[in-house]
């Protein structure tokens, strides 16, 4: 069934006028929204001669006439996420709910309403929008430099801006990347470098304008953290070499005690040639091995 409509109507009763929005609609992403479209009835309804059509561009999002829905023209990325009011058609409420919207959903839609008083079509822009999330803080550290790098996940692509302590924006140093994620969501990543060795403090500035979200998260860097840090890390590495030093020694105690008992250990002076060759085929226990106080059994 092909149906035509006019940009606008006139009625026996006068002129048929549809409504929608008249600003852009901002969805957040993964939510359901309501596509707001009225029609005047004007105490005339016939459900079986109204048609309704709801499109994306070109692309068919939900047709209804014959009284019923009519989804074999739908577009497969709408399908089991598109639903009309039924009951409130009779009212002139023609609103379009679609759930889990994505970042492709964004577009131009049209309402196209033809009754018997009268046919119409308008449409108006839809934004898709998700909250960024709270940045992730990765410092890195080399001995001529220090970066701050902060991660983000949003809708739309945001502004991000870096400012130094009297608020001028930094240019010098700064890098941004924007990746898309599975879901059609911005990964926002932007590193600042600074060299070491004087304070400093920085502002990171991040602006998703459809949302008017704000995130700004301020930093110190301090000249004295630098040197904290290299002396811990010196620290670190003299108890390194302190317990490597400690564990050597111990080896080496071990093997001479054992080399000493040894020593001490043997065949009586006094003893025959044949109580010799007894000793080797019936070994006492107290030759096989050594036990230390703790229980542990060290066998030699």
């Given at each position: 069934?092909?149906?035509?409509?006019?940009e606008?109507?006139?009625?026996e009763?006068g002129?048929?006028?549809?409504?929608?929005?008249?600003?852009?609609?901002?969805?957040?992403?993964?939510?359901?929204?309501?596509?707001?479209?009225?029609?005047?009835?004007?105490?005339?309804?016939?459900?079986?001669?109204?048609?309704?059509?709801?499109?994306?561009?070109l692309?068919?999002?939900?047709?209804?006439?014959?009284?019923?829905?009519?989804?074999?023209?739908?577009?497969r990325?709408?399908?089991?996420?598109?639903?009309?009011?039924?009951?409130?058609?009779?009212?002139g409420?023609?609103?379009?709910?679609?759930?889990?919207?994505?970042?492709?959903?964004?577009?131009?839609?049209t309402?196209?309403?033809?009754?018997?008083?009268?046919?119409?079509?308008?449409?108006?822009?839809?934004?898709?929008?998700?909250?960024?999330?709270?940045?992730?803080?990765?410092?890195?550290?080399?001995p001529?430099?220090?970066?701050?790098?902060?991660?983000?996940r949003?809708?739309?692509?945001p502004?991000?801006r870096?400012?130094?302590?009297?608020?001028?924006?930094?240019?010098?140093?700064?890098?941004?990347?924007?990746l898309?994620?599975?879901?059609g969501?911005?990964?926002?990543?932007?590193?600042?470098?600074?060299?070491?060795?004087?304070?400093?403090?920085?502002?990171?500035?991040?602006w998703?304008?459809?949302?008017?979200?704000?995130?700004?998260?301020?930093?110190?860097?301090?000249?004295?953290?630098?040197?904290?840090l290299?002396?811990?890390?010196?620290?670190?590495?003299?108890?390194?070499?302190?317990?490597?030093?400690l564990?050597?020694?111990?080896?080496?105690?071990?093997?001479?005690?054992?080399?000493k008992?040894?020593?001490?250990?043997?065949?009586?002076?006094?003893?025959?040639?044949?109580?010799?060759?007894?000793?080797?085929?019936?070994?006492?226990?107290?030759?096989?091995e050594?036990?230390?106080?703790?229980?542990?059994?060290?066998?030699?």
């Amino acid at each position: 069934m092909v149906v035509t409509l006019r940009e606008g109507g006139i009625s026996e009763t006068g002129e048929f006028e549809i409504k929608v929005p008249s600003a852009p609609l901002v969805v957040i992403h993964g939510h359901s929204t309501v596509l707001s479209c009225t029609f005047p009835v004007n105490g005339a309804f016939d459900l079986g001669s109204s048609v309704i059509t709801w499109q994306r561009h070109l692309e068919v999002v939900h047709s209804f006439y014959h009284s019923r829905d009519q989804l074999d023209l739908q577009s497969r990325r709408y399908a089991n996420r598109t639903s009309l009011y039924h009951s409130e058609l009779e009212r002139g409420n023609a609103s379009l709910r679609l759930d889990r919207t994505t970042p492709e959903d964004a577009g131009e839609y049209t309402c196209a309403i033809s009754t018997l008083t009268g046919s119409q079509k308008k449409s108006f822009p839809v934004k898709i929008a998700a909250f960024y999330t709270e940045p992730h803080l990765q410092v890195s550290t080399s001995p001529q430099s220090v970066e701050l790098k902060l991660t983000s996940r949003g809708y739309p692509a945001p502004k991000v801006r870096w400012l130094d302590a009297t608020g001028a924006e930094l240019s010098n140093g700064t890098q941004t990347q924007l990746l898309t994620d599975t879901q059609g969501l911005y990964v926002v990543s932007s590193s600042l470098t600074q060299e070491r060795g004087a304070n400093s403090t920085l502002t990171f500035l991040l602006w998703n304008k459809d949302l008017h979200q704000e995130i700004r998260r301020e930093f110190s860097l301090l000249a004295e953290a630098a040197i904290v840090l290299r002396d811990e890390s010196r620290s670190a590495l003299y108890a390194l070499l302190s317990v490597a030093i400690l564990t050597v020694l111990g080896i080496l105690g071990i093997i001479l005690f054992l080399k000493k008992s040894r020593c001490f250990r043997g065949p009586d002076s006094t003893a025959t040639r044949e109580e010799n060759t007894s000793l080797k085929t019936t070994p006492q226990s107290s030759e096989q091995e050594w036990k230390p106080k703790n229980g542990a059994t060290v066998l030699y």
